[in-house]
């Protein structure tokens, strides 16, 4: 894996490309990453995408919960409308923090 020292891309091959497909920097700003860090890169992307899938999930029951509450059809309803949008929310808001701090140490590409 080689690894754009201008914009953070990471290209998968034996050798880096000529340019950045992403900021079109040269080749030559680019550096091989070593085994270690792209073993974490490689080994992060189940858990990453594991994330983002539960991320679109919770953005969708905040939503769902959203129109319950909305709706009002009895108090009970709406407080578990409420208690859901809010376990999401937190929920959310944990998994941003997470995948951020896996952007910080390497193991995201």
């Not at 891309?9 to 490309?17: Q, S, V």
């Not at 550096?31 to 792209?38: G, R, S």
């Not at 974490?40 to 999930?57: C, E, F, G, Q, W």
Request: proline share 4%.
């Amino acid at each position: 894996m080689f690894k754009c020292t201008v914009c953070g891309y990471i290209h998968e091959g034996t050798e880096a490309p000529e340019n950045c497909p992403k900021c079109n920097a040269p080749k030559e700003k680019f550096e091989k990453m070593t085994d270690e860090a792209a073993g974490l890169v490689s080994k992060s992307r189940l858990t990453n995408d594991l994330h983002m899938h539960l991320l679109a999930i919770l953005q969708e029951a905040e939503a769902i919960a959203g129109d319950g509450i909305e709706d009002a059809l009895d108090p009970a309803c709406v407080a578990i409308f409420k208690r859901t949008q809010k376990q999401a929310a937190e929920i959310i808001s944990s998994i941003k923090a997470e995948l951020a701090g896996h952007v910080s140490k390497g193991k995201w590409g």
